[in-house]
Every structure is written in C-alpha cells, then in structure tokens.
C-alpha cells in the first residue's frame, strides 16, 4: 500500500538522537501508580512526510506535541496505537514480551488507514534504546512493568479526508502496577444487543483509536447496570466477539467429557491480540504434548471457531460452562463470573480464588515467560 | 448523558474575551484557495473540565495546541466535528446556513462518545464573534464561502479509555472556493462490497473521527479502479447508505410515470446531513404543492426508505434510474454519472450541463438560500 513510499528513508536506528531531560523526575514509589497516570522522563518521536519519508528518530524531554488545530488526527481519526510492557527481574534485567508481535500488528493498523509503515525492527531498536534510558523508572516489585505506548498519528496540516501528508510517531512510557494488587476479581459482563465494536467490512482486527472512543458510552451504560465490561455481540446469530477491550476464550465441557478451549476466529472483526495468541500457542503445544501445561490434566480440545449465546446459555444451563476469561496486555487474564443477557443473568463458575485452573494456568505460563521464570523465546532482552 | 454535571457551567458568551494577533495575515486571492488549506487569523477555544465545566471561551491568534502526549484524543480517537458555511454577499452581509442543525448534532454527537455537551446557541454566539472579527476573509465572490470546522477533543492526560476528565472546543475557519469552479462535473462511484461505513449499534450516525479514517483506504482502491468515490452499502442485501462523506439521494421513474426521490433512512447508521434535510424540506414542500420549486413539473413521491442496489440495477436495466446524486456541505449536490457494482458499471443519465433537473434544481434552491437571493429562515444573520 506504501509501494510509492518505497524509495523513501525508512526509520533509522543508527541516525537517533537523544536529548537527555534537564529536569529529571523521581519515579513515583510502585505503590502509588495508576494505569497510564505517570510517564517516564523521555519520549520517542520520528516524524515522517511525504516528501521526505522517516526523518532521523528523536528522544527528547516527556513534554507536549504542539500540534497545528487543522492537523488531521484531531478531525479525522487518524491514529493507532500499541500496547506493550517491560520487565525488569530483581537482578536488573529488562526484557519485553513478544516486541515483534506489536510491530506488524502496527504496520497493518497504519495501512488499514494509510498512515505511513516502517521497518518493525528498526522502530523496536530505538524503543530499546529509550527503555534503557528510563530502565529506573521500570518497578521491580511482581507484576508490575513499564507499560509502553507506541502511537501513530495524521500531522497534515489541512483538512481532508485523505492519506495525510504528514505523520508522527512517537513512544510513552508509564510504570504501572500489577492488574490484581489485592488477589484475583473476576469481572462480571454486559453482553449488549444494543452497540457493536466492529462489523465485517469495519475495523475491529486493527488497533486504531476509532476502535475505542465508540466503547466508552456503552461502558457506562453497562457499569450503571452494575456490569464491569461490555461482552461484544455480532449479527443477528450473537457471535461473541470481544471483551471490553480483551480478547474472549470460553471453556467448554464437551459431552464426552473433554475440554473446549473456544475463541472467536479473528475474520477481520477481531483484534489479533498478542495475549490471545499466547494462550493459543500454550493451549495448543499442551494439547499436541509437545509442551504439557505444569498440572494441566485430561484431554484438551483448542477451537478457534464462531460461538453464539445461545451456545454458551444452553452449555450454562447443562452445567458444561466451566470458564469464561478475557485476555489482553494490561490484565493477561481476566476471569469472567457473569454475563447478563438479554435481561437474565448467565453465571460463570470462576473457582474459589475468583479465577478458573484453565484461566490460572495460562496466566502463570504467560507471566512466566514474561518475568524470565520459564526460559522463552518470546522474552526480549532490552538490557542484561 | 451529562446529567451529573448539570450544575456546572456552561459556555458563556458573556466571558469570551479575545486576543487579537499582532500579525494579521492578507487573505489568499479567491483563485488560489485549496479547500481546507487555508485558515484565518483567529480561532476561538473553549477549554472543558470534569471539576469546573465549560471554562471563558477565547478568541486568539489562530496557532499550534500544545497537546500532552498521552492526550486522548490521540490515541481513542475521542474526536468529532462539524463543518459549516458563512456567506457574504455583495453588499457585506454575512450569514450562516441552518447553523442551529450543526450545534444539535454536534452535542448528539459529543453525547455519542462520552464528550461534553454544551448550550448550542451559545457556542453559536461565540462562532458569530469569530466570524466577525474574519469576516474579511469570506471571499465574496459567488460560489465562496468561509468553512467553519467546530471540532471536540477530549484532552485527559492519561491513557484511560474512559469519559474524558478534560476536553477542547475549537473553532478554526477556512476560505474556501467553489465545488465546481469549471461547470459541473458528475463523479463515479464504486460500490465497495469489501468494506463498510457503518453497521447497525455503530457510529454512522454520528459526525465522529472515527468514522472518517477508516474511509481513506477504500477512497484509494476506488480511485486505483477508476472511480471517484466509494458507494458505501449495508447487508447481505447490498442498501445503499452514503456516497464518499456524503448522503445519497436516487430519483426513480415509477411506473405510473410519476417520479420518486429516494433516500435511505436514517436509523442510526447514517448521517443527518444539513443538505440531506434540506434537499427533503424543499422536496416535500414542492410535493405538498405549499411551495412549488420553480421549473419542477409533473407530480413528485418523496420517499426515505431502505434502497438495494438489485433496485437501483433493475431500474437502470429497465431506463427508470434518472438520477444519482450526493449531497454535502462542501459540494452542496453533486451528481454521479456511473455505479461500478460486481465488477459491472451501471450508467446513471446526468443530464448535458453533468447534473440532472432534479439535482439542479435543489442546488439552485438551496444556493438561493445561502446566497440570500432567495429569503428563507435558513438563513441566519450574522452580520448586517
């Protein structure tokens, strides 16, 4: 889609500058941190243009992005982002978590809206290159990581609805916390019938922003019927789709006694989350044998396959609903105990400690790997 | 929606105060402007948040934002806008157009997306302020006019997908030039069955951002085909919704030999475009015979109601598709001469001059009314 970009410089490591902060902070104790509250003392920035392709990468002072009021991504949405974090074990290694992952998905996002695309490993060695630099503020207490923010964004300076000529992409950094400081809170869910998230033809399987603003009002609609998160529902058949902002897994009793891990297919609607291949990849290794999940017993069945409510009531009612979970960056897991639906209630055992063994399994196979426990290749070294 | 803030302060005319900018610019000859290339010398603002409401509105310098980084408009898309004209005629008298439709749908809008919303008249005093002090920039001559882009963003400084605890109103304008400066050009569309606008429990109803982005790829695939613009459809049953970033109107020959202007109808998935409702207003007033359109003849159904293209295709097949035409705020009415759909082209008749009668007709209507050659109470003073 950037064919006519192709001659143009791409990003490049090796022309980063860095202009230290003056004014360093003093990262906050871990204690005290709120998601995506607190950033880190320098930021990445690396403007693009038509005419000139990826300029040189910039770290520079955490400081605001002054912006023209006719820049497109203010008028026409012309953002995407990522989520990704950093960890920094006791002995002051930091690592991030399947980077690559990110960087295509990223890539896709900027074509599905003709923002300009970039050489992943070239954008991942200069966010190597900021970690370091901020590696303190990363909190080496369990669970807690240097959640990181790759943007995107339409710089054009005049209002059409066009590819912009102008970009900017730039990376934040912000400590934060473990998902569950005071032990596992399965979340209860409104499935909606009302609002979708995507629709085929739409933009569900990109992480644009204009996948997001949309959510917000039926998340407050959802919470003031005392329902943590919205469960996204798909054509008249209700297909499950999506999770708040989590992919879904749903864990089945099948008639002959076997388990059923279910995830919706991605089909362009669903997002192609980094945590939802993890778990299939774990699941599935568990299943061939090829890589047993430590106290995993009995056979397990791995289903990427369309799955409606009428499906997950009728298992419900029959007793074989055993595990209902999200999954995404910020969480990993996010045990599920109740869906409403069409004005009743759907309960989903979620175990004595508020989160199901298939759930609690994968959560510490995931976190594992991600804190350099269990030895991966999905575990980056940033610095040693 | 905004309920819980009914105690906070609105906008505030009364307190706008304003900044003149020390370097006045010389507006552009009428013969260079690019739609949208082109601002003026002030914008007005209107900070927003959670804990003080609707803060003094400001006109000053037109000039960059300083947006933090973790804005959230940069990253959720939490963005929407409108687009309006003001008119100046030859003896100095600015008016704005239906100005009161764009500040109701502004706050459906903002109420769509958990935004703030806002007393409309007063925002529309403000606008008039700001047209005033630039009213020497609406190019006079006929056929120009001075686009206006109210914009909402929500401006909280943390990456929380959330209702914003602070958001920005801001108002920029734009000289602008005719839509047809060379006579009348008919553009192509091609149906797209690969993508969607919109889909029923969406935004499509909504002037939000994020409907706009994820339309620039299609625009670029339909142009590579050879088409100007993409011909959004809805459902298996291939409805016809909007024509590019603007609604569709179809005239159909019956078969009793009457003719029926056709519309889609709203529920929720398109637009409710300024244009659509006037070119309906004028059409049912025509039809009622309360006002008969000059030159219109012969009896006229007006018809909002689901189309498909099997319709639209039967139609043309049988020599009863007489006309296709898009209306907007930019181009007013602008006809369509041919429908790519399948991988075949249906021809559309748009007349010798590149427009149709009907589709003349309206825009002759309706510039009547932007113009002040025709007294209507869509035409709103701003200026004497």
Redesign the interface.
């Known amino acids: 889609?950037t064919g006519e970009l192709s001659a143009m410089p791409d990003i490049d490591p090796a022309s980063l500058f860095v202009t230290r902060t003056a004014k360093p902070k003093v990262p906050p104790p871990a204690k005290a941190l709120?998601?995506?509250?607190t950033?880190t003392d320098h930021?990445l920035a690396i403007p693009w243009s038509q005419s000139t392709g990826w300029q040189a990468p910039q770290i520079r002072p955490?400081?605001?992005?002054?912006?023209?009021?006719?820049s497109t991504?203010?008028?026409?949405?012309?953002?995407l982002?990522e989520g990704m974090k950093a960890y920094r074990d006791k002995t002051g290694k930091v690592t991030l978590f399947r980077p690559d992952m990110n960087m295509k998905r990223m890539n896709k996002s900027a074509?599905?809206?003709?923002l300009p695309t970039f050489d992943g490993d070239a954008l991942l060695d200069c966010i190597k290159t900021l970690i370091r630099l901020d590696a303190h503020w990363i909190p080496q207490e369990v669970g807690h990581s240097l959640y990181i923010?790759p943007?995107l964004?339409?710089t054009q300076k005049?209002?059409?609805?066009?590819?912009p000529n102008e970009a900017l992409l730039?990376v934040?950094c912000?400590p934060v916390g473990p998902y569950y400081p005071t032990g596992f809170k399965p979340v209860s869910l409104m499935a909606?019938t009302?609002?979708?998230r995507a629709?085929?033809?739409?933009?569900g399987g990109y992480k644009?922003?204009?996948?997001?603003?949309?959510?917000?009002?039926p998340?407050?609609e959802a919470a003031k019927l005392g329902y943590s998160q919205n469960l996204w529902l798909q054509g008249p058949e209700h297909y499950l789709t999506e999770v708040g902002?989590m992919n879904l897994f749903v864990v089945l009793r099948k008639n002959d006694g076997g388990v059923e891990l279910v995830t919706p297919p991605l089909d362009d609607v669903i997002l192609p989350g980094v945590t939802r291949d993890s778990v299939l990849a774990l699941a599935r290794d568990h299943a061939s044998g090829k890589q047993p999940i430590a106290g995993m017993t009995g056979k397990l069945e791995v289903s990427e396959r369309p799955i409606t409510m009428k499906e997950v009531k009728e298992k419900a009612e029959a007793g074989n609903l055993l595990e209902v979970f999200g999954t995404g960056t910020a969480a990993i897991i996010c045990p599920v105990n109740r869906i409403g639906y069409m004005g009743k209630d759907i309960n989903v055992p979620a175990g004595q400690s508020g989160i199901g063994d298939l759930a609690k399994a994968f959560l510490q196979e995931i976190q594992g790997r991600q804190m350099g426990t269990i030895p991966s290749e999905w575990s980056v070294i940033v610095s040693e």
Not at 111 to 114: F, G, N, Q, V
Not at 209 to 217: I, M
């Open positions: 889609m709120v998601f995506g509250h950033f930021m955490y400081g605001p992005l002054h912006l023209e009021p006719s991504v203010l008028h026409y949405a012309q953002t982002f074509a599905r809206i003709a923010r943007t964004i339409g005049a209002i059409g609805v066009n590819p730039f934040i912000s909606t009302e609002y979708v629709a085929p033809g739409g933009t644009l922003g204009a996948n997001y603003a949309p959510g917000v009002v998340q407050k902002t």
